[in-house]
Structures are given as structure tokens and as C-alpha cells.
């Protein structure tokens, strides 16, 4: 994981002393000083921007955060503390300046009113006639003294003690004496008032203030430490557990414990987290499943490789046990063969040889294609050779009747509890120089013969050799004899020659044995092999875009030197 570094500035060496920041004052603070105020002191500062691995292991186990807390604590804690104290000693001075005024007003009120109750002319000459409304005015509990004197400034009347100097616990109230009718006054009047009282009750509200002030604080501080700790902390700490998870490529989600709050820029950053990580967790899981399909791919590459080695081997063998296409030659025949597997191997088989003065053709066509079909070509070649060398059968149905009682008992088809249900469909064809005469036998495969007549299809038997779903019943067929004409061809195929599929207009179609027959009339007068190779191209062209679906083979042949 990496970070983006800040913009480049000095390199370290001409750079000055960096000055100690912190939370409050010193200019905008960058990522970095954030982070190290922060707490997060694990968190590498190199230029790279790369954090090192482990770099969050502190942070993650919650030891940077209670920093952070007390970080937060003692840089708020002193500033709601002013704030408190100094509204609290706000009110506190207003409300003394309140009483303070409160009792000056009510000193001016009692001077005001004695000294018109004793506004006589003659007052001063009988001041005791006044004592009583002077001596009045001790019954206040704040009364410290009160003194009257007459328009001669001469003292008439003194109650109490009058302090030297002025007192801030001291409340004086003055007035003049007058009387109605007379310019000048006829004296006047002085009362002091204490203000201990006052005093006292102010220290009692600063008292009050501050004790306050100090519940407040602590209440304020408590909640916030918890609503920092729950709201802050407690997410700050689940998402760096998720970084050191990712940090060693564990994908960890940072769970919330409620409903996503889009205003809390804690929860964005952890849904933005949670996001990256996924996208973290895709790349590496997409990563790791290429790497197993890299390797796969190898050893399926190594596996398919032997497996190619083992099918060439294969084609080889199965190669060398087909005849020489030339085993014919000077028999009177002349003979072309397509033999074309799906695969490299297949289960299609040809037979050309020459026995004495007759010529022995067999097209077998065996169940499947590829290697399991070649496996069965190779019991179907070791048998005829017992047949024809061994036991000496020169009748196409006798061969074709012993074929089929070999390829059981090979295949274990006889009762002995095998599972196999393979056979073959063979077509074969004696042909006899002396006599002119062409023998034929099929087991679920036709002779096609192109005379000048046109094309024809001499069927054999409809069932094929083998196959133990035909139960115990036994394979069994006649001899067809043909004579031969000159120019007439015949051609041994399997069913991978006419189940051709292309498409003729807008719909798919076999091409079939009487689109083969046709292809091989159009061409009946051309030398075998020619013929052969266009019927190949015309096949080729009829199927277009469309794949083989099975084994080819086909054999041509034409008696020669018929008189």
C-alpha cells in the first residue's frame, strides 16, 4: 500500500530545523504533520511514500490512539475551562454591579426621604425633636453611620462610626436638607451603608461560579471523551486493524456497527476502504487464479503433449498394419484408396492382398473413431489374417460369418460377462481373373458399382459383425456374384464418406450415398486416382464451414485387361 508523497521541496540537507507544530497555531499543517500529531508515528516518512510492512502494527493495537486521545483532551480541556469560568465570572460581575446599584439606589431613597421628614426652618434649633426619624435610619441591617449637619456646616446630629477615607465596603449617599420658600439649603445629610454583605455574597457566587464551572468541565469532558472514543477512536481503530490486515494481504472489510452515515467522514473513508479492499481482493484473487491457470495450462500443455506422442506412436503402428496399397498390382485390378482418419488414428480399416489367383478387398468400418476404434482395426487385422492364412476361407460370406465369430470371442462377447458392445460393419469383395467374376458379402455395409448403366448399390446384410445386442443369434448372409463388364468401377466405403453435412439453400443437409454416387458418376471416366482426389475436393466443398464427423475411407477399384 502506498501513499502519495507531498510536493517536492529542499532536499533534507539545506532544509532548516523543522519548528515543533501542533493542533493549535503554527500555519496549515500537511498530511505528514497531521500523522505524526496525530499519533501515527509507525507510519514511514520516507520519499518513497511506501509504507514499510508492520508499519501500522502499533496503531492497529491502539496504542497511538489513546494519544490522539489525550492529544484532543489536553488541547480542548483548557479552552472550554476559559470559556466556562470566564461566563461564569461574567455573571458573577453582573450580578454584584446589579446589587451594588440596587443598594445605592435604596441609600439615596432613605437620606431622600429622612431629610424631608426633618426639612423644618427651625430644625437645627431643636434637632432633638428629629432624633427619632434620624435614629431610624440604624434600623437598616447595612447601616454604619448617618451624620446631619445644619446650613453652617456644623455638625447637629451623629449616629454610628464614619470611616477615614474612602472603602470600597462603604456606600455613602449625600443630600441637602431644603425647605420650601428658601433659596439655600438649611443643611444636610450624609448616610453610609456597608457593603460586607454584598461582598460576601459575591464570593459566594465566585464560589458557586467556579464549582460549577468544574462540573460543567468534567461533565463536558467525560461526554467527550466517550463520544471521541465511540465515534473516533473506536472506527480509527476497527479501520487500521483492517490495514494491518490488507498490509499482509489478508482482505479485511472495516465493519460498522450501524447504518453508513454519509455526513461522518470517518464512515466515507471506511466505505471508500472497503471499496479499495474489494477491488484489492478481485485484482489479487484474479492474479492468483491466472497464475493456477498459467500452470494448468502447462501441465495440460505437457499432458496433451504426451498424449500426442502416445496418438503418432499409435499412427504408426495402425499405419503399418494397413496393406501396401500396392499389394494389387499385377492382379488385373486397378485400385485407388482414401483412407482418411477424424483423428490421427481412427477405426476405419482397408484389406488389399492377393491370394493365389484371387484378389481379396475389404473395407471394415468399426465402432468409434480415434483410439478406441483403432484398437478394434487391430483385432479385425489379426483375425482375417488367421482367417484367410489359417483356415484357408476363399468365400466372402464364410469370412465375413468367421469374422464375426472371432471378433466375439476377442471381445469376450460370448457369454463370459464382458461389457462391450463394439462390432464392426465390413464390406468384402473376391474378385476372380479367370472367371470374370466379382463375389460380394456385406455386413451393414454396400458395394457401389459405376457401369454404363450408371451408378448402383448392392446391399449386403443390414446387421454388422459383433455387437452382442443382437443376441445370440448368429451372423449370416449370402454371396452376391457379379459379372464384370469393362469400365466398370466399384467402390467399398464407409460412412464417413456420404454422412457429409453442409448446407444446400438455407438448410443443412447429408450429402448421402446418392450425392456420392453422383459426384463418382460425373467422374466415372477418369483414372482412379484423379477420381479420387476430386471426390475429396468435392466433399471438402459441400461441407464449407461445417467439421468432418468421422473416419474416411474408400476403396476404387476397376478390372483391368478384360477382353
Known sequence: MTFDS????????????????????????????????????????????????????????????????????????????????????????VNYNDSLRLYTD??????????QAIARPDWSDRPDIYTAQVQALALDPAFRFVRVWNAAGNLVMSLGDMPSGRSIELIRASTDITVAGRAKPVGSLTLGLSAEALRGNAEKQALLAIGASLVLMIAFVLTLHANVRRHVLAPLKRLLIAMREVEHKRWSRVEFDGAVRASNEIDVISSA?????????????????????EQAHAKLADANRLVMESIGYARRIQTSVLPDRMALFGAGLDVAVLWEPLHQVGGDYFWLERLGDVSVIVVADCTGHGVPGAFITLIVAT????????????????????????????????????????????????????????????????????????????????????????????????????????????????????????????????????????????????????????????????????NRRDDMTLVAFRPSGIA
Open 6 to 93: 507531498a510536493a517536492e521541496g529542499p532536499s533534507p540537507a539545506a532544509a532548516p530545523p523543522a519548528r515543533g507544530r501542533s493542533l493549535r497555531g503554527g500555519g496549515p499543517l500537511r498530511g505528514d504533520d497531521f500523522l505524526a500529531l496525530a499519533g501515527f508515528t509507525d507510519v514511514s516518512a520516507a520519499t518513497s511514500g511506501t509504507m514499510r510492512p508492520g508499519a501500522l502494527r502499533g496503531s492497529a493495537r491502539g496504542r497511538d490512539l489513546d494519544s490522539l486521545a489525550h492529544t484532543l483532551f489536553l488541547r480542548i480541556y483548557p479552552v472550554i475551562a476559559f470559556v466556562v469560568l470566564a461566563t461564569q465570572i461574567g455573571i458573577a460581575w
Open 106 to 115: 435604596r441609600a439615596n431613597l432613605l437620606v431622600t426621604l429622612t431629610a
Open 273 to 293: 476502504f472497503n471499496r479499495m479492499v474489494e477491488g484489492l481482493r478481485t485484482g489479487d484473487e484474479a492474479k492468483q487464479l491466472l497464475t493456477e491457470l
Open 383 to 546: 483375425a482375417l489374417d488367421r482367417i484367410l492364412h489359417e483356415r484357408g476361407l476363399r468365400s466372402p460370406a464364410e469370412i465375413l460369418v468367421a469374422l464375426d465369430e472371432m471378433v466375439r470371442a476377442q471381445l469376450r462377447q460370448d457369454g463370459r460377462g464382458s461389457d462391450s458392445d463394439d462390432g464392426l460393419d465390413c464390406g468384402l469383395c473376391l474378385w476372380d481373373p479367370t472367371a470374370r467374376r466379382l463375389s460380394f458379402a456385406g455386413a451393414g455395409l454396400s458395394l457401389t458399382a459405376v457401369t454404363e448403366a450408371g451408378t448402383s448399390r448392392i446391399k449386403g446384410a443390414k446387421r454388422g459383425l459383433g455387437y452382442p445386442h443382437h443376441g445370440s443369434e448368429r451372423f449370416s448372409t449370402e454371396n452376391v456374384t457379379l459379372d464384370v463388364a469393362p469400365g466398370d468401377t466399384f467402390y467399398l466405403m464407409t460412412d464417413g464418406i456420404t454422412d457429409q453435412m453442409g448446407t444446400v439453400g438455407a438448410q443443412r443437409r447429408l450429402l448421402g450415398h446418392r450425392g456420392v454416387s453422383d459426384i463418382l458418376l460425373r467422374s466415372r471416366d477418369e483414372e482412379l486416382g484423379p477420381q479420387i482426389r476430386l471426390l475429396e475436393a468435392e466433399l471438402a466443398a459441400y461441407r464449407g464451414s461445417e
